[in-house]
């Protein structure tokens, strides 16, 4: 077996060294009741020649992103990634470390954190972040039990414009934590529709802006109508590239800003890992989740990091920790970083404003089809459309002539009696070739 | 100056007794880094969570030692922590409670018996 | 002969004064290169990508737009490459040397498996695009979940938890739901021994459980009359890490279960461990009811500098009809996803863990390193890790004091620091005068049971050769610190990229980022 360095010589040497005959010796204190002699009922091992043949078996029944016109969004977006960025983080350095626990052995870990960390702040507009938590579904579950420590309320009020996986993770969460939620039915361009529902109990009102069906809201009035209540804002966003075009959250007066960072520095995946961005007030910093990197000297008088303010971290506080989380999203968090390096602010900027002229030209494109609407009113790159039929059917029509057309509403909502929406979304790997064979392929299936 | 076993002081004044922790505790915890002392109007009974300290490497509950209304916090560890090391029994203190059961500072230990606790710990 | 002495010396020059020269005159130091943050090297007019110019934003997006910069700054590409590779030299990798982290299990990651994650079918596929065009992947998540089902002995398994503190906050909501399902949504207390991992107690009392503590025998293990005295008809479940944070056995296990389940309570186990018994024993013959497993310990994910793991939960049939959506079925036409709570074959799912499919990047990895070990490497697996880690505690047992020296141990060994008592020298001093010698130092003051622990866990990709440079290593410093070389300890690390840093500051004076008003440097009080 390649992987494992102990020859049968030396594994008799050792036992004779601990002093037992056989390795059964060392496994006495399994109940013989549990003890299996045989190996269990699966393969035995494989060389590498075997499992690349069948992995790249399994892989070649899937239909990868970049092999033709691909428009899905809903939360995850297919960017383009610099080569050096795999490259860098393949480093043994990064990739083989452990998260930073003895500080003058990791600065390079470190260093990258504190890095990461100023530029989520300066991204989103806050004056903190952390280094950051799984995804951004999961960070604004745990942005939503951090405004209840703040606030001490237990209510949280979610705008129908937030993606429902996210408000499905956020129920889960909340709904073993203690906490009411009250979600807003679906709805294209109401996030305003929360002030309404904030009162003494709120402890946070959650926003997504560019919603899930695209829509880009000013959220200040909403912030301080939550603000005057005593309550906190939180604002989603699915689409960090839309960053550096946007107003940030930080500009509209939020108090927790959380993202999906996927889009910057990493791949789809189909689904993770991904990164979640979570940056808020600098007042909140003790309650905030997750692992924080901080500045200090060493003994010569140097500038390093550390991990800091870890009295929140369930190592230390144990029951009475902010959150569970240990493991965090390191080296998508590193992809992250060093793809944004490589933007720098003039790169982000062009970028989003190269997305934006994507999508415009896709609405465009498809606003000509004969029973397609444009249902968003003012979008970054994603939008949705109303269609004839059902999007679902649509969609598997499209995928037989090689178009994966976008997300049906339905496949996030089933309830939502949208069946016939579907949200599209394109990027600067979209091309104007493919813009032109979607509408002509959704022309056809339409009309049929 | 009156003690708790979990090393909490009291000195009364009046009707209103102010709350530490000792100079053995400040030891314990090490480097204070964080102190969140209560707001004046809290109302709290003797043995209830009062306050939190925090060094680098653990986080306590600091409890009343005796029952009673918080008149004031010590807004100053907020920014200087560090006082809680330095002068754990004098400017390090955490809060000040006006008594509501003030039979209850009699019950507590005196000097010499809480050196004596120490002593067994 | 026509003589030519022009050229370089070709020996060192010993009159060169080993004195001076020591401190270099701009604080670089050969290969280990200083680097300024990316924030003070002036690139913010800078980019490092070349993208086709865009046209202005429409006007829907009047009063919409970002005002003012930014404040990124931006490094072309050879400027970036250098950043993070200097950067990157400041860290230590197991691809470096061992890293005994105890309870982390950093073992070797195979480069076949980054390659095989690559592969666009697997990398570059959207969690949303139609069921019918990620048919691979579809299965590539049932085979994982078959083999992971199959060495547990396990009936079930969700896939979707981000890591294993994510996993156990998994397992526990199905056993609050199959609690309330049942009439017993009374059940508030969660059982756990106090060597469990912080994550334990965190994850029971975010889901709103209370936690009461099982005391720990003498040799380490499960206080069985004080585990029966706690339980009762308010127990909704018991929280054991099995190996144990001791790295032992529970050899009581079977009756924990038998005792718990006799007072209507779950059995949740933290897999963290499991990398000590792959293929040799089966979680699902102890009467585990819900299990995590870090795919990034016992199935090599790479750690990456903290993240991101993975922490699938397999389940029992009284938990398996609560598992979180999405779940993976064989429908008419192949692999199928349920998606939502409620739906047909979800109807009783507790809800979402996250917002697609978990973490399948790492589902690549994990399975194509069970497909390279198989059956019998991963069995093989198990009774390595445990042999590497006694063949340490054998060889250090008379230099160093093992905290449980009777018995064989699991995966790790664990000493505390009685055999430092008089020296002068701590366990975070000796941890440090190890990283001058070129290792790791191992897991410390963890479990908080044992004083001063020291907890060991070489896993098996150590080769017989890389062990005895470390117990080498470890006596030599045993023997330094018995024999009054203290200098040696409470100074070190001398010879890493920084010497200890002054975490009171961090915390007390948090500074969080860069920030553009350039703020006095930091100085130790």
Redo the contacts between chains.
């Keep these: ?7 049968p010589e ?2 008799v ?3 004779g ?4 005959k056989s ?1 059964d ?7 013989a ?4 002699s045989g ?10 020649i ?3 043949r ?14 033709g016109p ?1 428009f ?1 969004g ?3 977006y ?1 960017h383009h990634v ?1 080569a ?1 960025v ?24 470190l ?2 954190l ?2 990461f ?3 989520v ?3 989103t507009g806050m004056e ?2 952390n ?2 938590l ?5 960070g604004a579950a745990e942005a939503v ?1 951090m405004a209840q420590r703040v606030t001490r309320r237990n209510k949280a009020v979610m705008s129908g414009g937030v ?1 429902p ?2 408000v ?2 956020i ?3 909340a ?4 906490v009411m939620t009250q979600a807003m039915a679906p709805a294209i361009d109401a996030e305003d529709a929360v002030i309404a529902a904030i009162d003494a109990d709120t402890a946070c009102v959650v926003v997504q802006t560019p919603n899930v069906f695209g829509t ?3 959220v200040t009035k909403i912030a301080e109508a939550a603000q005057a209540a005593g309550a906190l804002l939180i604002v989603v966003t699915t689409e960090a590239v839309s ?6 959250p930080g ?1 509209m007066g939020a108090d927790i800003a959380v993202a ?1 960072g996927q889009s910057i520095g990493n ?7 991904y ?1 979640g961005l979570f940056a808020c007030k600098e007042k909140f ?2 309650q905030m989740p997750g ?16 991990l ?4 929140r ?9 902010t ?10 968090a ?1 992809a992250f970083s ?1 793809h ?12 989003a ?2 997305n ?2 994507k999508a ?1 030209a896709l609405r465009d494109a498809l606003k000509a089809v004969p029973g397609v609407e444009i249902l968003t ?4 790159n994603e939008f949705a459309i109303k269609l004839p039929k059902d999007a679902a059917e649509v ?2 029509t499209l ?1 037989g002539h090689g178009v ?1 057309a976008g ?1 049906p509403f339905s ?4 309830g939502a009696g949208l069946d016939d929406v579907l949200l599209v979304a394109a990027t ?1 790997t979209t091309l104007d070739i493919d813009i032109t064979f979607f509408a002509k392929i959704l022309t056809k299936a339409v009309a049929q | 100056m009156r003690f708790t076993k979990d090393h909490e002081w009291v000195i009364v004044q009046g009707d209103v007794a102010t709350v530490g922790i000792t100079a053995y505790a400040a030891e314990q915890l090490g480097d204070v880094v964080f102190v969140e002392t209560p707001e004046a109007g809290k109302v709290v009974k003797q043995g209830e969570q009062l306050a939190v300290v925090e060094s680098v490497k653990a986080a306590s509950d600091v409890y009343a030692p005796v029952s009673g209304e918080v008149v004031e916090g010590n807004a100053e560890l907020g920014d200087a922590p560090e006082t809680v090391n330095a002068l754990p029994e004098s400017g390090g203190w955490f809060a000040k409670i006006k008594l509501s059961n003030p039979a209850e500072v009699d019950a507590l230990m005196d000097r010499d018996a809480y050196e004596a606790f120490l002593s067994t710990l | 002969m026509s003589m030519n002495n022009v050229g370089r010396p070709t020996r060192p020059e010993t009159a060169n004064d080993a004195a001076t020269g020591h401190e270099t005159l701009t604080g670089g130091r050969g290969l280990l290169q200083d680097e300024a943050l990316i924030f003070e090297l002036d690139g913010w007019n800078k980019t490092g990508v070349d993208l086709p110019e865009a046209a202005a934003p429409s006007d829907d997006l009047a009063g919409l737009l970002r005002s003012g910069p930014i404040g990124l700054p931006g490094l072309s590409e050879p400027e970036a490459v250098r950043h993070y590779v200097r950067l990157s030299q400041k860290n230590h990798a197991i691809d470096l040397a061992l890293y005994p982290l105890g309870s982390c299990t950093m073992k070797h990651n195979p480069r076949l498996n980054e390659k095989m994650a690559r592969l666009p079918g697997f990398s570059d596929i959207h969690p949303l695009q139609p069921q019918s065009t990620v048919q691979g992947a579809l299965q590539l998540m049932d085979r994982l979940a078959h083999w992971l089902k199959t060495l547990t002995g396990m009936p079930a398994v969700a896939l979707t938890p981000k890591a294993g503190a994510h996993g156990e906050m998994c397992g526990m909501l199905a056993i609050r739901a199959a609690h309330e399902a049942n009439g017993q949504g009374h059940r508030k207390t969660v059982l756990a021994p106090t060597s469990a991992h912080g994550t334990n107690p965190a994850t029971a009392a975010f889901v709103g459980y209370t936690v009461v503590e099982i005391a720990q025998t003498e040799d380490g293990r499960v206080d069985m009359a004080d585990l029966e005295s706690k339980l009762g008809d308010h127990v909704a479940a018991i929280m054991v890490t099995n190996p144990n944070t001791c790295g032992l056995f529970e050899r009581d296990v079977v009756e924990i279960a038998r005792l718990t389940h006799a007072a209507g309570a779950y059995f949740y186990c933290d897999g963290a461990n499991f990398n000590a018994i792959v293929g040799r024993v089966r979680p699902g013959d102890l009467g585990v009811d819900a299990m995590h497993i870090n795919l990034h310990k016992t199935f090599s994910t790479p750690h990456g500098g903290g993240g991101p793991g993975a922490g699938p939960v397999v389940l029992s049939e009284a938990l398996a009809p609560f598992a979180p959506t999405p779940w993976l079925v064989h429908g008419h036409d192949g692999f199928a996803l349920v998606e939502h709570a409620g739906e047909e074959g979800a109807e009783t799912a507790f809800g979402r863990m996250s917002a697609f499919h978990g973490q399948m990047g790492m589902y690549v990895r994990a399975y194509a390193y069970m497909l390279s070990h198989g059956a019998d490497g991963l069995r093989q697996v198990a009774e390595d890790a445990v042999l590497n880690a006694n063949y340490i505690k054998a060889r250090l047992k008379d230099v160093m004091s093992p905290a449980f020296p009777d018995g064989p141990c699991m995966h790790e060994a664990l000493f505390d620091d009685s055999w430092l008592e008089g020296t002068g020298v701590t366990t975070l001093d000796f941890a440090k005068a190890m990283i001058d010698e070129g290792f790791h130092p191992m897991t410390m003051y963890f479990p908080l049971v044992v004083h001063g622990a020291m907890l060991i866990e070489p896993t098996e990709t150590e080769s017989k050769q890389e062990l005895d440079r470390f117990i080498e290593a470890l006596r030599l410093l045993a023997g330094a610190a018995k024999t009054g070389d203290t200098e040696r300890f409470k100074g070190a690390p001398f010879h890493a990229p920084l010497r200890r840093l002054d975490e009171t500051l961090a915390a007390r004076k948090p500074r969080l980022r860069w920030k553009p008003v350039a703020a006095a440097p930091l100085a130790a009080e």
Excluded: W
């Excluded at chain 1, 791949?267 to 890992?273: D, K, R, V, W």
């Design positions: 077996m390649r992987y494992l360095p102990l020859t030396d594994r040497e050792m036992l060294a601990i002093g037992v390795i010796d060392l496994f006495i204190d399994v109940p009741s549990a003890q299996r190996t269990v009922d699966l393969p035995p091992h494989a060389g590498e075997e499992v690349e069948e992995m790249a078996g399994l892989a070649r029944r899937n239909r990868a992103a970049g092999e691909f899905c809903a939360g995850a297919r610099p050096t795999d490259h860098i983080i393949q480093r043994s350095e990064f990739l083989t470390s452990y998260t930073p626990y003895q500080p003058e052995i990791a600065q390079g870990t260093q990258v504190f890095e960390q100023s530029q702040a300066a991204l903190v972040a280094a950051s799984y995804d951004g579904s999961t039990m993606h996986h996210y499905e993770t129920e889960t969460l709904h073993a934590a203690g880009v809201t000013d960053y550096g075009l946007l107003k940030s500009e999906e791949g789809l995946n189909f689904g993770g890992p990164v910093v003790r692992r924080l990197c901080g500045e200090t000297v060493d003994a010569d008088g140097r500038r390093g990091f550390v800091t303010l870890s009295t971290e369930q190592h230390i506080r144990r029951d009475k920790a959150s569970n989380i240990c493991t965090n999203s390191g080296l998508c590193l060093i944004m390096s490589l933007l720098g602010e003039t790169g982000l900027r062009q970028l404003a190269l934006h002229q415009l009113p003012r979008f970054f969609v598997e995928a994966i997300v496949r996030l909502d089933a600067e």
